[in-house]
């Protein structure tokens, strides 16, 4: 889509100077961009598609294990996601699994996730006008014991690569560490209490079979502008299989913004809700619920006192805009494969808001949700 007209001859040259701006070092002070917090709709926003060809594209020469995916059989995550109003990522990400012989077990494939994603800015005075700047491209290998991710171990190194911009100087930025994710065998699980303080108490959900995802000191690349800094992440995010929930008592964000360290904590739950009617509509959401700093910010008695009478289920999931936060929903359409309820593709519209959030904050959450591409969406 071309969104400069070419008649327009000056346009280019206002483009430079407008991403030079925005892009490079001088384009306000770090420390000034860390003290300016958001509060809007839709900082995370746009659409994903989902095609699941390993569930579709099976083998049937017989010479993998039974069940198995055709070989070179990928699902394919499509994508348009504006980040924090004035990014845009949009691209593919590709996840190749293992595959194995039938008789000796040997593998025939390694899993792994490609991704292939363009970086755009928008210009803040009219985000009509974008300008592509870079991209976030490279592998995450996929640990054949263990399934961890390991995302310094791919064989084209996961980064995000900017071109020079204007006054902006060009620089490729890596991703390491890695993610543990969810267990392949669900006998081990074991229950796990979650709290929480909601207004002047402190309430708990307890889940029966709970599947840690862990983050092991996970490298988030740097950009798309030098505002957004190298951030190391640790922690865990987990999964609920009776409701379909996520829950984290604690992910951290650690990076170094204008010579000052930053520690910004997240804890919550993201909650599965289907409609009714999903088995003939196949339509569910994400409601997010993830606070920033919970236990610096904790709420005046004033506004904390509504959650008082809720139950303590109830005043869990509740949100609580007196702290910063993001909320909001990813909206899923399903199709499931014939006869059952595994879905062969999804149609995802992302409305995530956030409260009280910087930029820098946004952004890393929506890298590491990007790594997390595959587990947060499996059934």
Same mark, same amino acid.
């Given at each position: 889509?071309?969104?400069?007209?070419?008649?327009?001859?000056?346009?280019?040259?206002?483009?430079?100077?407008?991403?030079?701006?925005?892009?490079?070092?001088?384009?306000?002070?770090?420390?000034?961009?860390?003290?300016?917090?958001? =509060?809007?709709?839709?900082? %995370?926003?746009?659409?994903?598609?989902?095609?699941?060809?390993?569930?579709?594209?099976?083998?049937?020469?017989?010479?993998?294990?039974?069940?198995?995916?055709?070989?070179?059989?990928?699902?394919?995550?499509?994508?348009?996601?504006?980040?924090?109003? =004035?990014?845009?990522?949009?691209?593919? +990400?590709?996840?190749?699994?293992?595959?194995?012989?039938?008789?000796?077990?040997?593998?025939?494939?390694?899993?792994?996730?490609?991704?292939?994603?363009?970086?755009?800015?928008?210009?803040?005075?009219?985000?009509?006008?974008?300008?592509?700047?870079?991209?976030?491209?490279?592998?995450?290998? %996929?640990?054949?014991? /263990?399934?961890?991710?390991?995302?310094?171990?791919?064989?084209?190194?996961?980064? +995000?690569?900017?071109?020079?911009?204007?006054?902006?100087?060009?620089?490729?930025?890596?991703?390491?560490?890695?993610?543990?994710?969810?267990?392949?065998?669900? &006998?081990?699980?074991?229950?796990? /209490?979650?709290?929480?303080?909601?207004?002047?108490?402190?309430?708990?959900?307890?889940?029966?079979?709970?599947?840690?995802?862990?983050?092991?000191?996970? &490298?988030?690349?740097?950009?798309?502008?030098?505002?957004?800094?190298?951030?190391?992440?640790?922690?865990?995010?987990?999964?609920?299989?009776? =409701?379909?929930?996520?829950?984290?008592?604690? %992910?951290?964000?650690?990076?170094?913004?204008?010579?000052?360290?930053?520690?910004?904590? +997240?804890?919550?739950?993201?909650?599965?809700?289907?409609?009714?009617?999903?088995?003939?509509?196949?339509?569910?959401?994400?409601?997010?619920?993830?606070?920033?700093? &919970?236990?610096?910010?904790?709420?005046?008695?004033?506004?904390?006192?509504?959650? &008082?009478?809720?139950?303590?289920?109830?005043?869990?999931?509740?949100?609580?805009?007196? +702290?910063?936060?993001?909320?909001?929903?990813?909206?899923?359409?399903? /199709?499931?494969?014939?006869?059952?309820?595994?879905?062969?593709?999804?149609?995802?519209?992302?409305?995530? =808001?956030?409260?009280?959030?910087?930029?820098?904050?946004?952004?890393?959450?929506?890298?590491?949700?990007?790594?997390?591409?595959?587990?947060?969406?499996?059934?």
């Amino acid at each position: 889509m071309t969104y400069v007209p070419h008649r327009r001859a000056g346009v280019l040259a206002t483009f430079a100077v407008v991403f030079a701006v925005l892009l490079a070092p001088a384009f306000a002070s770090a420390q000034a961009a860390a003290d300016n917090t958001v =509060t809007e709709d839709d900082v %995370i926003a746009g659409t994903m598609n989902i095609d699941f060809k390993t569930r579709t594209n099976t083998d049937t020469s017989g010479d993998l294990k039974e069940g198995s995916a055709a070989l070179g059989a990928q699902d394919k995550y499509s994508f348009d996601l504006n980040v924090a109003k =004035t990014t845009e990522f949009s691209g593919d +990400i590709l996840r190749q699994p293992k595959l194995s012989s039938s008789v000796l077990g040997r593998t025939k494939q390694n899993a792994k996730l490609a991704y292939n994603i363009n970086i755009a800015v928008l210009n803040p005075h009219d985000l009509k006008q974008k300008k592509n700047v870079g991209k976030w491209v490279g592998e995450i290998a %996929i640990d054949p014991q /263990t399934g961890a991710y390991d995302l310094a171990r791919g064989e084209s190194p996961l980064r +995000i690569a900017i071109d020079a911009v204007g006054k902006a100087t060009a620089f490729t930025d890596k991703f390491g560490g890695k993610l543990v994710g969810k267990a392949e065998k669900k &006998e081990s699980l074991t229950s796990y /209490t979650y709290n929480r303080i909601v207004g002047n108490k402190t309430v708990s959900v307890t889940v029966k079979k709970s599947d840690p995802m862990r983050f092991d000191n996970i &490298e988030l690349a740097k950009g798309p502008a030098e505002v957004y800094p190298h951030t190391f992440v640790t922690g865990r995010l987990d999964y609920d299989y009776e =409701t379909g929930n996520w829950f984290t008592d604690g %992910i951290h964000f650690k990076y170094n913004l204008d010579g000052k360290d930053v520690d910004d904590v +997240i804890t919550g739950s993201i909650k599965w809700v289907e409609e009714p009617d999903r088995a003939t509509n196949g339509k569910g959401h994400y409601e997010f619920n993830l606070r920033f700093n &919970e236990d610096k910010n904790k709420p005046a008695q004033s506004e904390s006192a509504a959650f &008082e009478k809720m139950s303590s289920e109830d005043a869990f999931f509740a949100v609580d805009n007196s +702290i910063p936060c993001m909320t909001g929903k990813i909206d899923y359409v399903d /199709t499931f494969i014939s006869g059952g309820t595994t879905p062969s593709s999804s149609k995802i519209t992302y409305h995530l =808001t956030a409260n009280k959030l910087t930029k820098q904050q946004i952004v890393n959450f929506f890298k590491l949700w990007m790594v997390c591409v595959g587990p947060t969406n499996d059934e």
